[in-house]
């Protein structure tokens, strides 16, 4: 059973992970911004207040994650053990020929990321900004279905990277808004898509 503070732990390593203060995940979310701040995490008279199960359905929904996945948030990644880690691909933001290696460990890597293709990407300009900016490390899932309201890294043929949340998909077309402030829409032919990528989790 989680606790009152493992529950809003799992919260704040959401809205973290996915670029967001935990106002701006509850606006995102279509909930009251202020609904996440600590003042509201207990009452008057000190008792502890829980966030409502449509409000964590709501999120998960935002970020695109399943309810073990929020689950695993919980997990401080001090409490896991060193040798478990493993070894992928890793992509730079503004050289998309270039491949390394990146090393991760749990719980980033989980046993809820089956995709053989898992990738990371380092973000080494300001393409992705403001929601992933320079320095942040993107673990990424080409295998994954994605779907609309997704967020996602795409690489058109013989372009560079673009990242931004799925407006439309059809099989003959992808519609994207870009992260940058004024919210670039992009539309690719799914004929000219090399690949798109899923983003799982970030780090900043």
């Known amino acids: 059973m989680l606790t009152h503070n493992e529950i809003w732990t799992a919260v704040d390593r959401l809205a973290q992970s996915t670029g967001y203060s ?11 911004p202020t609904s ?7 009452s008057p008279d000190g008792k502890p207040r829980w966030p409502s199960t449509e409000s964590i359905s709501k999120i998960m ?6 309810f073990s996945e929020f689950v695993g948030f919980v997990e401080s990644p001090s409490a896991k ?3 478990a880690q493993t070894d992928i691909p890793l992509l730079h933001s503004s ?27 380092t973000v080494d300009n300001d393409a992705f900004y403001p929601f992933y900016p320079k320095g942040s490390v993107l673990l990424l899932s080409p295998g994954t279905v994605i779907e609309k309201g997704h967020r996602v ?9 673009f990242a931004g949340e799925i407006l439309r998909k059809t099989p003959k077309r992808l519609d994207l808004i870009t992260f940058h402030p004024d919210h670039e829409e992009h539309s690719f032919p ?7 990528a899923r983003i799982l989790w970030a780090t900043q």
Not at 99 to 121: G, N, Q, W
Not at 153 to 161: A, D, N, W
Request: glycine share 6%; net charge positive; with cysteine.
């Open 22 to 32: 935990t106002s701006g995940l509850a606006k995102k979310a279509g909930l009251d």
């Open 36 to 42: 996440f701040n600590k003042s509201k995490r207990f």
């Open 61 to 66: 929904a935002v970020t695109g994650i399943t």
């Open 81 to 83: 053990t060193p040798e």
């Open 95 to 121: 050289k998309p020929d270039t491949v390394s290696k990146a090393r991760f460990t749990r719980p980033v890597i989980t046993e809820d990321y089956h995709d053989p293709a898992l990738c990371a990407m």
């Open 153 to 161: 890294v795409v690489k058109p043929q013989g372009q560079k990277f």
């Open 190 to 196: 799914a004929d000219k898509i090399s690949w798109t």
